[in-house]
């Protein structure tokens, strides 16, 4: 299929949801929307996954391919890409299975460990269990304070706690599981935070590295989405060995969790230069300042050609790349 063949293409944007993120996934909807127009689509419709007619209009739109811009639950975890498998629509981004497992923290960190990613210690608790004593003395025993308390499938910092007193555990696991989820645990490793974003399917590459200065405890709800210029610098400064082997290990997780078309692989540079990963998103945001867009245009990729890319990742990895 040629470039012009692909940009004749009915794309239908998918964002909203249900999820804590739904208002960040309008965004990043809007932002693609925009962006596929501009790169010379025709037909682009952004649809709410959460309108109560979403399913029949997207049945009855006659789309050639879904972009993916819906975060957190329902749009990263598998569930709106198996009902897309069930339309037979190919779409943008990781497919059922390794959206699930990199979305499912515990089950990602797993995956991480075979193959051969340093990641923080941790454990993961059910939600609705209540720490005893002896479980918050073990735990703390086991890990060390400070320690980040999560949910374990969750995205955008939200319910994430950083605590510094065995007495704010009990309650950073009830946030954590507020919503149902597992909470997850983990020490806190310290270092340089960095970002790296990975775009492909068969022969991933990774872009260049984002730094992230925050001059918070960490990088929480309100510093993600404040203007990039207060917070981004590209390339991260970086050794260049360590550098190359942050790269090295985003394109290995990519590969450990099965992604397609793009990830972003989240790290803590140690000061001995080891990069220990944290997540791995499937989604990122996507409006024009977000992470993974910000690096793509330093590495000379602008946000349509980045989203035009995108689409066609989407029809290679559903083999509706020849015609």
């Given at each position: ?65 879904a972009f993916v811009a819906m975060h957190g639950r329902y749009g990263e975890d598998g569930c ?18 390794g959206s699930a497992v990199s979305t499912e923290k515990e089950v990602a960190k797993t995956l ?78 310290t270092g340089t935070e960095i970002t790296v974003p990975v775009i492909g399917n068969a022969e ?120």
């Amino acid at each position: 299929m040629t470039s012009q063949d692909v940009l004749g293409l009915k794309v239908v944007v998918i964002a909203g949801g249900w999820s804590d993120e739904k208002e960040i996934s309008l965004d990043s909807g809007r932002a693609c929307q925009k962006a596929l127009t501009e790169a010379g689509f025709k037909g682009v419709d952004l649809l709410d996954a959460a309108d109560g007619e979403f399913v029949s209009k997207l049945v009855a739109g006659g789309y050639d391919v879904a972009f993916v811009a819906m975060h957190g639950r329902y749009g990263e975890d598998g569930c709106i890409q198996g009902l897309l498998e069930i339309l037979h629509m190919p779409y943008t981004f990781s497919g059922v299975l390794g959206s699930a497992v990199s979305t499912e923290k515990e089950v990602a960190k797993t995956l991480y460990r075979q193959a051969g990613i340093p990641t923080p210690r941790g454990t993961d608790v059910a939600a609705g269990t209540k720490l005893t004593d002896d479980d918050v003395d073990r735990i703390v025993g086991e890990l060390g304070l400070p320690l980040f308390v999560k949910p374990a499938a969750n995205g955008s910092s939200f319910g994430v706690t950083r605590v510094t007193s065995a007495s704010q555990l009990r309650e950073a696991v009830e946030r954590a599981t507020a919503g149902g989820d597992r909470a997850l645990i983990e020490e806190c490793v310290t270092g340089t935070e960095i970002t790296v974003p990975v775009i492909g399917n068969a022969e991933p590459k990774a872009l260049p590295i984002v730094e992230i200065v925050t001059g918070a405890e960490f990088y929480d709800l309100k510093v993600k989405y404040e203007p990039s210029s207060m917070h981004h610098v590209i390339p991260a400064r970086l050794e260049a060995g360590v550098y190359a082997r942050a790269q090295e290990l985003a394109v290995r997780a990519h590969r450990a969790l099965g992604c397609l078309g793009a990830s972003r692989s989240d790290f803590i540079v140690r000061e001995d230069g080891t990069p220990v990963i944290l997540e791995t998103n499937t989604i990122p945001g996507m409006t024009e300042t977000s992470l993974l867009p910000d690096s793509a245009r330093h590495g000379g990729i602008e946000f349509p050609e980045l989203c035009k890319k995108f689409v066609e990742y989407a029809l290679e990895a559903h083999g509706k790349s020849e015609a």
